[in-house]
């Protein structure tokens, strides 16, 4: 069912093409307009409000990334979990009526009753009451890739959704972490800094003999 705004209209299931190009020029003008989530949003509680940081390009799946109001994150949502029309504010519960006090009538006599246990049965203890509110914990795959000019990527995903994608990292913080996992994936890391080292130290070699080249022909010139 969808939402009804204040001013009488339906909320609008997702974004269209013409609310996509809103956001970008508002974006780019440093002016984000608000967004909220439509009961499609996974993760996130229906008709709470955002702002949109950023597009991912090429546009396709959720490519749309936003941080929710009173969050820090930033995390990746497709047009149809958002909506730029505001959800109406809940309404109000009424207060109960209280009804006039009668007196209490006179208790029932109670009759005796033996409570007993059948022999070779134990009591069951009664179930736990699960928690409400408590979301489900949700899969996170962390991808580090490495080119062989010695460059470090990271990507990031959140259950099905991506929260970072392919950022680059410095080679000094990827061995500092190496040195804290198990010791075959520190070993794979390892040695492909040590590879990229050694074509580093390869370039700068050849660098310098260009450069001295350079340089004798230009005495010689002189």
């Known amino acids: 069912m969808a939402a009804v705004s204040a001013n009488g209209t339906?909320?609008?299931?997702?974004?269209?093409?013409?609310?996509?190009?809103?956001?970008?020029?508002?974006?780019?003008?440093?002016?984000?307009?608000?967004?909220?989530?439509?009961?499609?949003?996974?993760?996130?509680?229906?008709?709470?409000?955002?702002?949109?940081?950023?597009?991912?390009?090429?546009?396709?799946?959720?490519?749309?990334?936003?941080?929710?109001?009173?969050?820090?994150?930033?995390?990746?949502?497709?047009?149809?979990?958002?909506?730029?029309?505001?959800?109406?504010?809940?309404?109000?519960?009424?207060?109960?009526?209280?009804?006039?006090?009668a007196a209490p009538p006179e208790p029932p006599e109670e009759p005796n009753v033996v409570v007993g246990i059948e022999p070779g049965k134990p009591e069951r203890p009664a179930p736990r009451a699960q928690p409400r509110g408590r979301k489900q914990p949700v899969e996170i795959t962390v991808t580090l890739h490495s080119t062989p000019e010695g460059e470090w990527t990271v990507d990031v995903l959140a259950g099905k959704k991506r929260t970072v994608r392919w950022t680059p990292v410095p080679a000094g913080d990827v061995a500092k972490a190496a040195r804290s996992l198990p010791p075959a994936v520190g070993e794979a890391i390892g040695s492909a800094l040590d590879a990229a080292r050694e074509r580093q130290e390869r370039r700068v070699e050849q660098l310098k003999a260009e450069l001295e080249a350079a340089q004798r022909a230009l005495r010689e010139l002189g």
């Open 10 to 101: 339906s909320a609008k299931n997702g974004l269209s093409a013409e609310d996509i190009e809103r956001l970008r020029a508002s974006l780019a003008e440093g002016k984000p307009t608000p967004v909220w989530f439509t009961p499609d949003a996974v993760g996130v509680t229906s008709g709470q409000s955002a702002k949109v940081v950023a597009f991912d390009e090429p546009a396709e799946g959720d490519y749309i990334q936003v941080r929710a109001t009173g969050s820090r994150d930033v995390l990746s949502f497709s047009p149809a979990e958002l909506t730029v029309v505001k959800p109406p504010p809940k309404p109000k519960a009424a207060p109960r009526s209280v009804p006039a006090q």
